[in-house]
């Protein structure tokens, strides 16, 4: 039972947030503060997960996924309230839980110093990007069904994130690894060169990958049957209803969560795919994603963490992904190497070893000119020891020498 139950502990966390930041003050960012680090140290503290014993009931993991759509909604509709001023109480939301308290969360949003929204900001976008996105990521990978592939770009579409789902199934998985790809970050960038580069790559990527599908069944751009248009509609619609919670502020707080889980799932692929190379004639290995066994990470992911069998095969259920032990690790769990990427010194320090190693141990003969090449122009002087540098520099001819045949 609890191998089911674990999966539904990401969405109920969300919506414990959620009520939690109508009680302003600290409750707005303390909660989600916890919810990070609590991850960040129990992944240190638990045994990997490498269970992979089937499931037989697989309808309940499906509802786990599916509540993540009424987690984001009212982690959604917290924030556009917290947003309000004076009088406003959208949906009687802070009458309700007067009565039931007997605390007026309405004059204790009001004395909300200003500095709690700016935490709250830096707090919330980890979480957000948790209820919708991780979950959504995984429905919309379920493109033989049709209500999981409608509730996952909902669900996603809240926080204007309508070109991900494009990009990323079909565009992202078909050239990970490749300079072509807006998520697998060059060696030596950091996460601060990475991100405007990806953001506005995966973007222009899902607009050609629509465009494309559009004009192949002979539909217009702006038909009906264009799911960017479609998405955009829900986007819009959510930013309106921040508009009726609290009007111009209600829509700027949507914005803002919307720009800063934009960048926390960035920030997600930049992890997930540093440095890896793969010729882009060959087949998508296990061996191009970093992986993770941690299992607090994996329960707050719904198991994205085996990253790596994810890549290999993206139909999989998230239960039923193997945990690939023998694949390249992310350095530390998924959350602590993801707030190391924001010390990019750091990170730096950790990833190193590990590209080293995946260039030894996992890497392709077929790949060590690309990372050679990749190597040298990092600007990392530590990838000079890469076997594969070590290999080109031997192929190379010697000067002024004549071979005789």
Same mark, same amino acid.
């Given at each position: 039972?609890?191998?089911?139950?674990?999966?539904?502990?990401?969405?109920?966390?969300?919506?414990?947030?959620?009520?939690?930041?109508?009680?302003?003050?600290?409750?707005?960012?303390?909660?989600?503060?916890?919810?990070?680090?609590?991850?960040?140290?129990?992944?240190?503290?638990?045994?990997?997960?490498?269970?992979?014993?089937?499931?037989?009931?697989?309808?309940?993991?499906?509802?786990?996924?599916?509540?993540?759509?009424?987690?984001?909604?009212?982690?959604?509709?917290?924030?556009?309230?917290?947003?309000?001023?004076?009088?406003?109480?959208?949906?009687?939301?802070?009458?309700?839980?007067?009565?039931?308290?007997?605390?007026?969360?309405?004059?204790?949003?009001?004395?909300?110093?200003?500095?709690?929204?700016?935490?709250?900001?830096?707090?919330?976008?980890?979480?957000?990007?948790?209820?919708?996105?991780?979950?959504?990521?995984?429905?919309?990978?379920?493109?033989?069904?049709?209500?999981?592939?409608?509730?996952?770009?909902?669900?996603?579409?809240?926080?204007?994130?309508?070109?991900?789902?494009?990009?990323?199934?079909?565009?992202?998985?078909?050239?990970?690894?490749?300079?072509?790809?807006?998520?697998?970050?060059?060696?030596?960038?950091?996460?601060?060169?990475?991100?405007?580069?990806?953001?506005?790559?995966?973007?222009?990527?899902?607009?050609?990958?629509?465009?494309?599908?559009?004009?192949?069944?002979?539909?217009?751009?702006?038909?009906?049957?264009?799911?960017?248009?479609?998405?955009?509609?829900?986007?819009?619609?959510?930013?309106?209803?921040?508009?009726?919670?609290?009007?111009?502020?209600?829509?700027?707080?949507?914005?803002?969560?919307?720009?800063?889980?934009?960048?926390?799932?960035?920030?997600?692929?930049?992890?997930?795919?540093?440095?890896?190379?793969?010729?882009?004639?060959?087949?998508?290995?296990?061996?191009?994603?970093?992986?993770?066994?941690?299992?607090?990470?994996?329960?707050?992911?719904?198991?994205?963490?085996?990253?790596?069998?994810?890549?290999?095969?993206?139909?999989?259920?998230?239960?039923?992904?193997?945990?690939?032990?023998?694949?390249?690790?992310?350095?530390?769990?998924?959350?602590?190497?993801?707030?190391?990427?924001?010390?990019?010194?750091?990170?730096?320090?950790?990833?190193?070893?590990?590209?080293?190693? $995946?260039?030894?141990?996992? @890497? !392709?003969?077929?790949?060590?000119?690309?990372? /050679? *090449?990749?190597? +040298? %122009?990092?600007? $990392?002087?530590?990838?000079? @020891? !890469?076997?594969?540098?070590?290999?080109?520099? /031997? *192929?190379?001819? +010697? %000067?002024?020498?004549?071979?005789?045949?």
């Amino acid at each position: 039972m609890l191998r089911y139950l674990r999966f539904y502990v990401a969405p109920i966390t969300i919506m414990a947030i959620s009520c939690a930041m109508l009680f302003s003050h600290y409750w707005l960012w303390v909660p989600a503060l916890a919810y990070i680090g609590s991850i960040a140290l129990l992944d240190q503290l638990f045994p990997h997960d490498i269970d992979e014993k089937s499931y037989r009931y697989p309808f309940f993991l499906d509802l786990a996924l599916y509540l993540s759509t009424p987690a984001t909604i009212a982690l959604y509709v917290a924030i556009f309230w917290v947003a309000g001023s004076g009088s406003q109480d959208a949906l009687g939301l802070g009458a309700l839980v007067q009565s039931m308290t007997g605390i007026d969360v309405i004059e204790a949003r009001n004395s909300t110093a200003w500095y709690h929204y700016v935490l709250m900001f830096l707090a919330v976008a980890l979480p957000a990007t948790g209820a919708g996105g991780l979950a959504g990521h995984e429905l919309t990978h379920r493109t033989s069904r049709p209500f999981d592939l409608w509730i996952g770009r909902i669900t996603m579409a809240f926080n204007w994130g309508i070109a991900f789902p494009i990009e990323h199934v079909y565009g992202h998985h078909s050239y990970v690894g490749t300079k072509k790809d807006p998520a697998t970050a060059a060696r030596g960038d950091s996460v601060y060169q990475h991100l405007p580069k990806a953001m506005y790559r995966t973007v222009t990527n899902a607009w050609e990958i629509e465009s494309e599908r559009l004009r192949k069944i002979g539909a217009s751009f702006f038909s009906y049957k264009n799911v960017l248009l479609r998405m955009g509609a829900v986007a819009a619609l959510t930013t309106l209803f921040a508009y009726y919670c609290a009007g111009w502020q209600g829509v700027l707080f949507h914005l803002i969560v919307c720009v800063s889980t934009k960048v926390a799932l960035e920030v997600l692929n930049y992890v997930e795919h540093y440095g890896l190379i793969r010729q882009p004639e060959e087949a998508v290995q296990p061996r191009h994603s970093w992986n993770c066994n941690h299992v607090v990470s994996g329960v707050f992911t719904y198991n994205l963490t085996r990253h790596s069998h994810h890549h290999a095969d993206a139909q999989v259920p998230y239960q039923d992904l193997r945990s690939h032990s023998e694949q390249p690790e992310m350095p530390g769990g998924l959350m602590s190497a993801y707030l190391s990427t924001l010390i990019p010194p750091l990170w730096r320090k950790k990833i190193v070893p590990k590209l080293l190693e $995946w260039d030894r141990a996992q @890497a !392709s003969s077929h790949e060590y000119p690309l990372i /050679a *090449e990749a190597n +040298i %122009e990092s600007g $990392w002087h530590e990838l000079h @020891a !890469s076997i594969a540098n070590e290999t080109e520099r /031997a *192929e190379q001819p +010697i %000067e002024g020498h004549v071979s005789y045949s």
